[in-house]
């Protein structure tokens, strides 16, 4: 007899264990259940908001990919209209840029004291002296050495490098220390303290910089590409035109 009631009390209280577990899971499972104790919000919303983030950030990214294609397509569509014109527009707006660098990055002038005119007149030899001159020897190394090898690449850069850019960065020196008052006497004075360490470190960067150019880029970007990669160049040759 206590042997049965025992069996009898443990069936009993086994059945009502399983049957509150089966309670419990049933509200657990229930999602008013999980709306009133919380559970299944904590870490949805997190992850939510990751993906949020993510997704505005790849957004973000698309358009400004979008506005910089748009633009490039835009610079091509000008540039096979008007090369000429779009080739020392760039020239001359990046050789200012040079000098807003100079002035601010290596001088470190500050807004306040930055000399407008200076920029002004370093985008003038840009316009009028850089352009022209670069565009126009692009055109006539391409008939004095013809082809689009390895071997008339480097044969372009050797012959842009030892005849050309000795000769421009003497004028150009020249002419930035013309626009800045230099007597005569003056200018040569200066030209014989800078001329030197400004060819010197001309060589240490535009030999690859000329060789790629003239073997991977067509004729009508080539002033672009040097004047994009001249960017740091200008800075440091608009520094070193107006050392006094």
């Known amino acids: 007899m206590f042997t049965a009631d025992v069996t009898h009390s443990a069936g009993f209280m086994l059945r009502s264990s399983a049957a509150g577990n089966y309670h419990v899971l049933q509200h657990a499972c229930c999602p008013a259940y999980k709306k009133q104790t919380g559970q299944g919000s904590q870490k949805s919303e997190p992850l939510k908001g990751r993906e949020g983030i993510t997704g505005s950030s790849l957004r973000g990214g698309s358009l400004t990919a979008g506005r910089m294609a748009g633009l490039w397509r835009s610079?091509?569509?000008?540039?096979?209209?008007?090369?000429?014109?779009?080739?020392?527009?760039?020239?001359?707006?990046?050789?200012?840029?040079?000098?807003?660098?100079?002035?601010?990055?290596?001088?470190?002038?500050?807004?306040?004291?930055?000399?407008?005119?200076?920029?002004?007149?370093?985008?003038?030899?840009?316009?009028?002296?850089?352009?022209?001159v670069i565009g126009s020897w692009y055109k006539v190394l391409d008939k004095l050495v013809v082809g689009t090898t390895k071997s008339a690449a480097m044969k372009k850069m050797l012959v842009d490098q030892l005849c050309f850019a000795p000769c421009f960065l003497g004028a150009f020196?020249?002419?930035?220390?013309?626009?800045?008052?230099?007597?005569?006497?003056?200018?040569?004075?200066?030209?014989?303290?800078?001329?030197?360490?400004?060819?010197?470190?001309n060589y240490y960067l535009w030999p690859p910089v000329q060789i790629a150019n003239f073997y991977f880029i067509p004729l009508h970007h080539r002033l672009a590409v040097v004047q994009i990669v001249a960017v740091a160049w200008n800075s440091y040759l608009t520094w070193k035109a107006n050392k006094m």
């Open 173 to 201: 020196l020249s002419i930035s220390g013309a626009l800045n008052g230099l007597t005569v006497e003056d200018n040569v004075t200066k030209l014989k303290r800078d001329y030197t360490d400004a060819l010197i470190s």
């Open 75 to 132: 610079y091509q569509v000008l540039m096979s209209r008007y090369p000429w014109t779009v080739q020392i527009v760039t020239a001359g707006s990046l050789v200012g840029v040079g000098d807003v660098i100079a002035q601010q990055l290596i001088e470190r002038r500050g807004l306040a004291h930055h000399s407008v005119q200076r920029t002004a007149k370093m985008m003038s030899i840009g316009f009028f002296f850089v352009g022209p």
